[in-house]
């Protein structure tokens, strides 16, 4: 089954406290995202990524960092995770710009 | 991209057709029309997409009107399973990856 997969799916940490939450795609997908969505914020890009290697910053980059070592993982790292970054997060991917985009079934993250 | 106008809710009778409109007065000549939705807190989930042209598929049929400054998205059955957040978006294809969402309309299909 085609599908998009983070992991872990709730964490509630403490500031400062490095996190990883992870993303895998089964689609030979070239690119790949990192969303937040916040209540009256609406979906808002964090990082992308065209290919392997190839990263980007979208909207709101700061405290946040990526890696795309392979195709089907796309790694989100908070260094020291801050409060406001209490969220919930989606990782998508597509095929081709333009093209439907799958999401993942989110992570939601607070952090105290 | 062009700036999309919904209505903020809307319901509907389950097994009837939902027709949700969406305004885009000013769409350019390139831009697509997309459609995703998002059921509670859930990851969005992508419907349909079109240029000019109607759109079917096994989710819905989208109906762009011959101005392309507004356009519907129909539910032909709606199920208690479609309750969710619609999001109208328009971009050009070639624009990234990246999927801007406006406030979208929330659907809830009643027994």
């Not at chain 1, 910053?57 to 989100?76: A, C, Q, T």
């Amino acid at each position: 089954e085609a599908q998009v997969t983070q992991n872990p799916r709730y964490l509630i940490t403490v500031t400062g406290k490095k996190l990883t939450v992870t993303c895998s795609q089964n689609m030979n997908h070239e690119y790949m995202s990192w969303y937040r969505q916040d209540p009256g914020l609406g979906l808002r890009q964090i990082y992308y990524s065209m290919n392997v290697e190839v990263t980007d910053k979208g909207d709101v980059p700061e405290g946040y960092k990526v890696s795309r070592k392979e195709k089907r993982n796309f790694p989100l790292i908070l260094e020291s995770p801050s409060p406001n970054q209490t969220s919930l997060y989606f990782c998508a991917s597509t095929r081709d710009r333009g093209d439907e985009q799958y999401f993942g079934p989110g992570t939601r993250l607070t952090v105290t | 991209d062009a700036k999309t106008t919904q209505p903020p809710s809307m319901d509907c009778a389950e097994g009837r057709a939902a027709n949700l409109p969406c305004n885009h007065s000013t769409i350019s000549g390139n831009e697509y029309v997309y459609w995703y939705r998002q059921i509670h807190s859930q990851g969005p989930q992508y419907i349909i997409h079109g240029l000019k042209n109607n759109e079917t598929n096994e989710m819905a049929s989208l109906i762009i009107t011959e101005d392309r400054k507004s356009s519907t998205l129909i539910l032909p059955h709606a199920t208690l399973r479609d309750t969710a957040v619609y999001y109208c978006i328009v971009r050009f294809k070639a624009a990234g990856n990246k999927l801007t969402f406006g406030g979208g309309t929330r659907v809830l299909v009643k027994p």
